[in-house]
């Protein structure tokens, strides 16, 4: 009986793999053709300027609407687009579409858009992301682009000379998800970003007794005060994690506290909008408790 049960443990687990598989090619068939037939979207989310509560800027992030399966985040197609080659192609269509959007925003307004490390690997980026802003009439200094740390692995010195190229052009860079990968402080030394992003990780739970989050958070803000950098925090879903990330010296708060991500129409709406700020959000929750 036990050796039935393996049997049929066996090909209910083949089968399983083997339909992930299919999925997963039934994906990038349709991720080819998702530019084209407009599917794709960026939706964005404010960033909040920590001191003055203001939306200083967004963050963009992509989304897919699957004619079948919906509207799919980006964890579910970015390492499709990674491994079958189409990263370069969303990426410049994120580059370009954000670029529009950011266009038509006040001029004291930002938008940071992630930049996969495949992607910092063509040497084409820098004329990409030039050729964007151009297009769109924007001042480089409003865009910012983001990294992760796994854009370190692999060919140091390729890496160094595309940042060099990039602050030529005149963007900000931001090191994404701080923390949680292949981290070196060597890397902060030599990489002239404007902006370490501390992951969610970080901040969840970091107001809670005996957390040793809030410390690690607090080191990493005079990490980037004594580098001349600004901090953000990503991922604030309570009102004690806000307090407590200011407290701990970020310059920049993201997350659900304050606004989920929105599609451009409604983001255009909240950063023209004089209550802009931050509307029903924390700071009126704080003044009534
Ligand atoms: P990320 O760049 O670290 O983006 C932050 C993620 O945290 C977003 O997930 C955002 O919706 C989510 N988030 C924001 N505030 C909160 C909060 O308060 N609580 C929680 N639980 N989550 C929050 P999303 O949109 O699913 O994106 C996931 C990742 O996909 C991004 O992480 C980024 O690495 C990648 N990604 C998104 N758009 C693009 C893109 O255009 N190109 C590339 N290469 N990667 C992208
Ligand atoms: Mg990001
Ligand atoms: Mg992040
Ligand atoms: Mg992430």
């Not at 050796?3 to 598989?21: I, P």
């Not at 004291?108 to 910092?120: E, G, I, R």
């Not at 994404?176 to 981290?183: H, I, Q």
Request: hydrophobic share 40%.
């Amino acid at each position: 009986a036990a050796k039935d049960a393996g049997r049929g443990c066996h090909r209910f687990y083949s089968d399983e793999l083997h339909s992930a598989a299919e999925e997963r090619a039934e994906l990038e068939k349709d991720l080819r053709e998702a530019i084209a037939r407009g599917e794709l979207e960026l939706h964005y989310q404010p960033v909040v300027h920590a001191a003055s509560e203001t939306i200083v800027a967004f963050e963009a992030l992509m989304r897919w609407n699957h004619p079948r399966r919906g509207s799919l985040a980006p964890d579910k197609f970015i390492p499709i687009a990674e491994d079958a080659g189409l990263i370069d192609q969303l990426g410049q269509w994120a580059l370009r579409t954000a670029c529009e959007d950011l266009a038509r925003w006040p001029v004291a307004t930002s938008c940071a858009v992630n930049v996969s490390p495949l992607q910092f690997a063509n040497p084409e980026l820098p004329n990409v992301v030039a050729n964007a802003l151009a297009h769109a009439g924007i001042e480089p200094a409003r865009l910012e682009l983001e990294i992760t740390e796994n854009v370190f692995v692999g060919d140091g010195s390729a890496t160094e000379s595309m940042f060099a190229a990039l602050k030529r052009v005149g963007v900000r860079l931001a090191l994404d998800d701080f923390g949680t990968g292949y981290s070196s402080l060597g890397y902060l030394k030599k990489a002239p970003f404007d902006r370490i992003k501390i992951d969610q990780s970080f901040v969840r739970g970091a107001s809670e007794k005996g957390s040793r989050n809030g410390a690690i958070i607090a080191s990493i803000t005079s990490l980037a005060d004594a580098l001349g950098m600004d901090t953000t925090a990503e991922g604030v879903e309570t009102l004690d994690e806000l307090e407590l990330v200011r407290v701990l010296g970020c310059s920049h708060v993201q997350g659900h506290v304050y606004h989920r991500a929105m599609d451009a129409s409604e983001a255009g709406k909240l950063v023209e909008s004089d209550t802009a700020v931050c509307p029903e959000g924390p700071r009126a929750a704080r003044s009534s408790r």
